[in-house]
DNA sequence: AATAACTGCTGGACTAGTCCAAAAACCAAC
DNA sequence: GTTGGTTTTTGGACTAGTCCAGCAGTTATT
C-alpha cells in the first residue's frame, strides 16, 4: 500500500513522538482513523497508510473494528533457555495467560509427518492454543504430537505448560530442539485467533522438540503478533 | 492497507498457485498492477493491497518503479554456527557478493556505546555494506569497531569477511556473540540501499561480538529483507 | 561511436468518495 | 437488574480517478 512518504510523513512523525515521549502509554487508543484524517486534513487512505508503516515497525496495533492501540515493549525469546511461556513472561514482569482452543485427533498431514520423521500412517494429536500477554492475544500455538508416545494426555489440563506436563506424566524432558525463525504473514485460522486480518505479518516459529533419548516427541508452530517480540539469544 | 479479502482473493489465490506451480520462477516477473487489475476487473488499489499481502508472505516483491518478481527460496542463516556471509551462501548453492557502501569515522553516540559498553568518549569505525544474494541486494550490514583495537583497519578490503580480517590482521577470533532479531520497519538510509520503501518490513539483527579474551569488539546492525531469510537453529 | 534527449511504462502517493460488518454504547421493555 | 434491539462508531474493502518520479529502451544529435 502506498507507504508513508510526504503528506503521512507528518503524522508518523507526530505519532512516534507521542509514543517515545510517553504521551501516548502503551494499551492507549489513538484518535480514530477518521478523527485523525480531519486533524492532518488528508485522506482516510493516507492515514491508514501512515498507521501500517507504523503498525510494521511495531510502535501500534490495530484490533478489528475497535481502533488503534499503543504496543507494549517487546517480549524478549531466548530459544536457548529452557524456560516455558508462563514464567518467560513473568520473569520479565508481566502477565501471562493460556486460553485452549481446540484439541483434534487425525493422521499426520505429511508435511507434519515430515517434520516429526514418521514413516508411515501415524495418528497425532493437535493442540491449539491461544497465549495472552496483559490481557492481549499474542501468539497463536499448535502443537502436534505423537499420539501414542502421549496416552490419556487429552484428559488433563491443556492450558497449563505442555513442557512440564511431558515431565510430570510421562517422564520426558526436552532435550533439544530444533528452531526455524520465518517473518510470513498470518493464515486464515491464525488471523481470526489473534484478531488480526489475514495476510498480515507475523513472525512464524516452526519447532521440533527431541526427549532425553533423542526421539522427536513433538513439534510446534507458533504464530506471534510482530510488535510483541524479539528474539534474544546469547552464547 | 486494505489488505485483500473478497476480490482480492482471487488474484491473490491465482498468483500463489502460478507460483507453487513453477509457471512463474523465481526472479520472474509478475504482470504490472495495471494489467493485472483490467486481468481482473479491479482497481488498482485493490492488485496493490493483494501484491502486498503477498509480499507479506514472501512469495513475491517489488523493485521500486521496476515491477513485481518472484522471491527466490529463502537463505537459512543460523547463528550459532561461526559461517561467514559469503560461506554459508555458497553452502546453500548460492551466489553472494559485498559492496562497500561507505566508512565513517565518529564519536561512538550514546546506543552504540551501551552496546559496546564504552564509558567515555570513545571513537570508532562504522563500515555500511550492501550484500547481495543471486545479484539480488537483500542485506544491508553496518559495523561498529572500537576504533583503537583495530589500527589501519580502513586501508584493508572492507568488501571480504570482517571477521576473517579480525583473524588474519589483528589475530582475533570472535568467540561468541549475543544477537537480537527483531522484525521492524526499514529506517530512511536502508531503505534507500536496499532498494524499498521507507517504512516496509526488514528483520533487523543486532550482534555484539566478543573475543576471544571475552572483549567486545564490535558490534553489528543487519537489515535483512524479509522474504530472503530464515532463522534456523539446531541444539 | 558516444552521448543526450525523448518517451512509455512502472510503481508511489494521493484525493474523494461509497458501502459493509463488527463492536460498543445506549435505551426501552420486561 | 437483565435482556434484546437500535444507533453510533470503527475499521475493512472497494471504486475511479489524478499527478509524479524513476527506470529502460529508443531515437536523434553531435
Not at 517515545?20 to 486534513?41: A, C, D, T, V, Y
Not at 491443556?158 to 525463525?181: C, D, V
Request: glycine share 4%; proline share 4%.
Amino acid at each position: 500500500m502506498g507507504v508513508a512518504k510526504d503528506v503521512s510523513k507528518d503524522i508518523k512523525a507526530v505519532l512516534r513522538d507521542q509514543i517515545s515521549g510517553k504521551l501516548l502509554l502503551p494499551l492507549q487508543k489513538i484518535p480514530s482513523e477518521r478523527e485523525l484524517s480531519e486533524l492532518f486534513s488528508i485522506t482516510r487512505i493516507s492515514v491508514k497508510s501512515a498507521l501500517d508503516s507504523l503498525e510494521v515497525e511495531g510502535l501500534i496495533y490495530r484490533e478489528d473494528r475497535r481502533g488503534w492501540f499503543v504496543s507494549p515493549p517487546r517480549i524478549k525469546y531466548n530459544p536457548l533457555s529452557r524456560c516455558h511461556f508462563h514464567q518467560m513472561i513473568r520473569d520479565q514482569q508481566r502477565t501471562a495467560k493460556t486460553q485452549l482452543l481446540g484439541v483434534k485427533s487425525m493422521m499426520a498431514p505429511s508435511i507434519i509427518a515430515t517434520l516429526l520423521a514418521l514413516s508411515e500412517l501415524t495418528p497425532i494429536h493437535v493442540i491449539e492454543r491461544l497465549r495472552y500477554i496483559d490481557g492481549r492475544a499474542v501468539l497463536f500455538v499448535e502443537n502436534c504430537l505423537i499420539s501414542h508416545c502421549f496416552p490419556d494426555i487429552l484428559s488433563e489440563d491443556l492450558a497449563q505448560s505442555l513442557t512440564i506436563l511431558y515431565a510430570t506424566k510421562y517422564g520426558f524432558k526436552t532435550n533439544r530442539s530444533n528452531f526455524e525463525f520465518i517473518p510470513t504473514a498470518a493464515p486464515e485460522h491464525v488471523a481470526q485467533a489473534l484478531n488480526i486480518r489475514t495476510g498480515q505479518q507475523v513472525l512464524k516459529i516452526c519447532r521440533v522438540n527431541y526427549n532425553q533419548h533423542n526421539d522427536i516427541i513433538d513439534c510446534e508452530f507458533e504464530y506471534w503478533r510482530t510488535d510483541a517480540v524479539m528474539i534474544s539469544i546469547n552464547n
